[in-house]
Structures are given as C-alpha cells and as structure tokens.
C-alpha cells in the first residue's frame, strides 16, 4: 500500500485520537520537559505525541470489535451488538445505567469491580468502556486482561508492552511518570480467569499497582471469586438481568447482523414461553445464544445445558448457519460424538489448571493429552484437532499468536460433561467439595445440576447436609427455650457464615471495619442488607453454605420453611430500633454463645424477624427437618432402598 494511501485510510483514525491526546497527555509534556533533558531523551520528547497516539489507535481498533459464538470468525463491531447494561451496587449507591459516556460510577468512587456470572456481558462491557473512553476523550483507557499477568509480567509490564512498538521503542520511565499524573482508566478484565498458580503475585500486584497509581481510575471484571475480598477499597456493583425491553434488542441485533430475518418469530414464540425461559433471558449471553439455537432448528431450548447442545451441533454440522446445509468436513476425521469426546476431557483438564487461553504448542499439548487418555477414537493428528476448533467448529478464537475460548463457560459445559460421563464423578465432585474452591467450578457445578442432578445430590448437597446437620445438632440446646422456627432461623443466620449486626455499614470506619473482619475470616462469599439503619451481613466462609445457597436459589430442593412466621413490616421496625439502641455504633458479632445480649429472650425474635425480613421470609430459613428427610432419602437410594428394578428382566 503506498505511503498517500495509508495516510488516507489513518486520517480518521487520527480524529478519533487525537482530542485524548491533546486533552490528556500533550498538556504532560510541559511539566516534564526538564526531565527528558536530565535523562538525555530528547529524542523521545520529539516522537512522544507519534507513540501516544498509536497506542490510542491501537487500544482502539482491539475493543471496537469482538468475537462471538454466535457469529464465529466475524469481526463483528462493539455497538452493534452491545446492549446498555444496568450496574447495580453491592450496599448502597445508585444504579448506573451504562448507556451514556459520562461513567458518573467511575467518578464517584475511582475503584470499581463489576462481580456477576457467567454470561452477564462484563467484558464486552469493559471493551465498550474503552472505546466511548477514547471517542468521547473521558481520559486515557488501558485495557489489560489478567489472565496474561504473572509474577514476571505485571501490569506496569503489560501496560509497557501496549505503549512500546519494534520501530517505535517507549522509555519504561517516562511510562511510570505518565501514570504518575494520572488521566488513565485502567480496566483489569477477567480476574476469575487468572493462572492459579499466578493469582497471589497477581493479587499482590494489583493491590499494590493501584494504591501507588491511585491518580487514575480502575475497574475490575470477574465472576464471584472468594479472593476477591481483598480488594476490600474497590466498591463492588453487580449487572442486573435484562429487561424485556433489553433482550428483545438483542435479538433485533443479532438478526441485523446475520440477516436472516427471524427476530419476529423468535420474540414472538418467546412469548409463549416467557415463564419457562425467563430465568435466561436475563443473560446477555444466553439470549445471544437463544438467537443461534432458533437460527439452528427453530426450537427454543428449555434448559442452559440445552443451548450448549444445540450450539455444538450447529457449530460442528454448518458454523456459520448457512442455508445450504453443508456439513463442512473436519480436519481430524472425527465425527461428531469422537469430536466432542476429546472436548470433554480438553475442557476438564484445562479448567482443572484454570487456563482458558493457549500458545499452540501448548494446546496441542493438552489435545494430546486428551487424546492419549481415551479410548475407542480413531487416530487423529493433534494439529488437525487444533485446526478443527479454531476453524472448522469453531469453538476457539486466535488472537495474535494465543487461542482461547469464545466463551470460559464453553469450558465450563464441556467440562461438566465430563464429569457426569466419568467413572469417577462421585470422587470427582466430592474433591471439589472438599478443595475450598466452590467458586472456581461454580458453572460447571450448574450445568451438572441440569445434566445430572442426582450425582449432584449424591455428592455437593449430601456433604452440605451433613454438616448442617451436625451443627444444628451441636448447637440446638442453646436455643431450647425457642421455637423450633425460631431455632431454624438462627440457625440459618450463623451456619457456613460470619454473621455481623452492625447499626450503619455504610458509614466509612464500620464499612472497613467490616471489610477487615470480612478478609481475615477467609470469607468466599458475602450478602447483606438493611432494615431502616439496621445491617446484617453475612460472609460465607464454609462450601456447604455456599451449596445449600444454590439449591435455594435454583429452586431444585425443598429444605427450606415454605412460610416462616414472622411479624408485618411495622412490628419488625420497631424491633429493628430496639436493637439499634443497644448497638450504639459497634459491630456485633453474632455467634452461638448463651452469654451474649443476642441469644437472651429480649433480643432473640427480633434480631431473627429483622434477618427474615431484609433476606426474604419465603427462601431463607432453612428447615432442619427437612433436611434429615432429604439426606435419609439419599443415604436409601444409595443403598439401593429406592424403587430401583434397572437390573430385573435382564
């Protein structure tokens, strides 16, 4: 291309830039002039605005498109797809909806995390961030995914290696100084997708990169994780689930894209089954991937698991939906059950290392690891695999010289697969129980729910039982002189948990405080709310907490009082000012001890009615009757007890 040609095609590119430039780091030149002379880098003063605004461009052109599953090896452009997200605040604070260019969320608090599931469009998001970032000259974004981070390559590294080019290198100290005035919005995406045995430095690295560089402004993406309590100065908000208004939006983009005009039938059919797929249309991602299933077949999957199946089988059959039907040929010989063989047990090993993006060498490495432990596949050559998955079922992106999945929970559906078809599942999801890392194998701990709930049941939940059980048992006499409901709901309250009672978490010094306690408790999860200026907070620090928490919230096993007996809203305000006296600005640690204010007859129904009343009476007491019968209906079916006759007439 000649030299007139190429500066035709970057004069837009440039007036995009430049106003960043001109607003943020050009007006930085003049403060540090006298220092480019005492480092003898006069010729970097004079190639400084050349660099700055390449790597503008640069960060630019990377987030203004993305790659989907829904639209394989198409460079699809961010605001075609991107829908506006709701952020709603973990505590108090406003909801931000992310539509505009203003990040009034940013502005008030500086550091942010965005913590949700799989699925709720956290990067796209992030990528959407830095593009209004740079046309709408906010400040100067910095975009870093962290799963390329370590302990040899932190973020001032991975940040210098955007900055610095082969032609055009970039003094690392005139770098730090930059960062050091400050303009910059850092976005750190993807902690949940850090290497395991990376996350400590990495962790040590964040916290200490955004204390020092604390003139710009940072956001973190990730999916629950327990780690994620130290970054206790970080104000946390979660995504809230699409509106209907939303994913129909969606819908109307996807079918823009494609062109294949099946938005009306599709909203149309929706509509019919609204109740049994609502729980999916919340997901940005799902109801992308609801769009690509009805492109498929015309159905509409009734479960998660179900949109993976039919997204595999459109992907491997004909990935790009075309309306011709041909089956494209694959590189390994490979059908489409040996295809999704080697899958399963890629996907189990590499989410077991915690490792969702590859150099080739090592992805052939794990497919032939892969390969080496299965029998019954036909021979196949692990580069033809390789090219399979990044071409021809397309499940894989290449990014420069790296691969990753479209999307970590293809990881996670092919992984459970696994699992559930493995001779070992029940040894398998009993390790996962007992590894302390609920969070790490959350995804695929639901999708196993759906595939095959009763090794679920067998396994996570019988071992969750078992301990509440135990400390219902161990701790029930204290409560003697109570009800059995009352004794279910302070039980409730305090097992798998740190339970803290405080008068007003939102004031500055209880808030850190909290935080504190919260971090040195090895807390993995928390929750909490308010009644009047009354704050019950609960960190979860057990695995079986976390579980029955699942099952609550998936509906899949009643162990819970369909209807806990508790006073109106006016009855439970007045106890919640009772309290508030006695707390008089201190956080309370509620424990089981028969020595403390919160246990006597006094204050016992009424700081239960006001943990019922901010938690939701209808799904959060948990029944200890209850859960005996379902463990002994577990430990029957074990035994065989159960109406089982698989082996009569054979």
């Known amino acids: 291309m000649d030299p007139l040609t190429v500066a035709i095609l ?15 780091l050009e007006p930085q030149l003049g403060k540090i002039k006298e220092w480019f002379k005492e480092k003898d880098l006069v010729s970097q003063e004079e190639t400084f605005e050349e660099k700055c605004l390449d790597y503008i461009n640069q960060t630019y052109d990377k987030c203004n498109v993305v790659n989907t599953l829904v639209f394989p090896n198409e460079q699809i452009k961010i605001d075609d797809l991107y829908q506006p997200l709701r952020l709603v605040p973990v505590g108090d604070g406003e909801m931000h909806v992310i539509a505009n260019t203003q990040l009034g969320f940013l502005k008030t608090y500086r550091k942010v995390l965005v913590r949700d599931q799989a699925g709720m469009g956290k990067s796209t998001l992030m990528k959407w961030i830095v593009c209004k970032t740079i046309l709408n000259n906010i400040g100067v974004p910095v975009f870093i995914e962290l799963r390329k981070l370590s302990a040899s390559n932190k973020i001032i590294d991975e940040i210098f290696s955007q900055f610095n080019q082969i032609q055009k290198p ?23 997708e850090i290497v395991p045995s990376e996350q400590n ?16 402004y940072f956001i973190m993406t990730s999916r629950p994780e327990s780690s994620l309590s130290t970054f206790g100065d970080f104000k946390v908000f979660n995504i809230a689930g699409l509106k209907k208004s939303d994913y129909i939006s969606i819908i109307n983009k996807c079918d823009a894209i494609s062109g294949f005009g099946l938005s009306e039938n599709l909203i149309s059919d929706l509509d019919k089954k609204r109740g049994q797929v609502q729980v999916f249309l919340k997901n940005p991602f799902l109801v992308t991937l609801l769009y690509k299933a009805y492109a498929y077949n015309k159905n509409i999957p009734l479960k998660k698991s179900a949109f993976y199946e039919e997204i595999y089988q459109a992907l491997y059959k004909h990935h790009d939906l075309s309306k011709d039907r041909y089956e494209r040929p694959k590189k390994s010989g490979l059908d489409i059950y040996q295809f999704r063989q080697v899958l399963r047990r890629f996907a189990f090993q590499t989410a077991k290392d915690g490792i969702v993006e590859y150099t080739i060498p090592q992805l052939t490495s794990y497919v032939e690891k892969a390969r080496k432990n299965l029998v019954g596949i036909p021979s196949f050559s692990d580069s033809s695999f390789v090219e399979d998955i990044i071409q021809h079922v397309p499940l894989f992106s290449k990014e420069g010289l790296d691969v ?18 493995a001779n070992q599942k029940d040894e398998i999801l009993n390790n996962i129980y007992n590894s302390g890392k609920y969070f790490k194998y959350e995804n ?5 729910v759906e595939i095959d709930y009763p090794v679920f049941r067998n396994t996570m939940l019988y071992n969750a039982l078992i301990k509440y059980n135990e400390f219902y048992d161990k701790n029930k006499g204290l409560y003697s002189r109570f009800s059995e ?30 935080n504190l306690m919260i971090i040195n408790d090895s807390i ?25 928490n699942y099952v609550k919230y998936s509906n899949c096993e009643n162990i819970f009082i369909n209807k806990y007996i508790h006073p109106s809203k006016s009855t439970v305000d007045e106890d919640t000012d009772f309290i508030y006296k006695k707390i008089n600005n201190k956080i309370v640690h509620i424990i089981p001890s028969s020595r403390q204010f919160y246990n006597t007859s006094s ?13 939701g009476p209808e799904t959060t007491v948990i029944s200890y009757e209850k859960c005996k019968l379902v463990k002994l209906d577990i430990e029957r079916r074990k035994v065989g007890g159960a109406d089982n006759d698989d082996l009569t007439g054979l």
Request: hydrophobic content about 45%; aromatic content about 14%.
């Open 170 to 192: 970039f003094n690392k100290d005139l770098l730090l100084r930059l960062i050091s005035n400050g303009h910059f919005i850092i976005i750190l995406d993807g902690y949940d």
């Open 404 to 421: 990753k999945w479209l999307h970590k929970s293809l990881q996670d559906y092919f992984a459970a697969e696994y699992i559930v078809f």
């Open 444 to 448: 695929i701990l639901d999708f196993i």
């Open 524 to 548: 993995m999860d928390y929750s909490y709310g308010y009644n009047k200026e009354l704050c019950i907070a609960l960190g979860y620090n057990d695995v079986a907490r976390l579980v029955l």
């Open 201 to 216: 430095k990495v962790v040590e690295d964040i916290v200490e990169f955004s204390s020092k560089a604390r003139n710009n």
């Open 485 to 514: 409901d009352e004794i279910d709901a302070r039980i409730s309250m305090i097992f798998g948990a740190e339970c803290y009672l405080t008068d007003d978490v939102r004031d500055d010094e209880l808030s850190e405080k909290l």
């Open 10 to 24: 970057a004069e837009p590119a440039k007036q995009i830039v430049k106003p960043v430039y001109d607003k943020f």
């Open 603 to 615: 204050y016992f129904s009424k700081i239960n009615n006001v943990y019922v009343q901010i938690m």
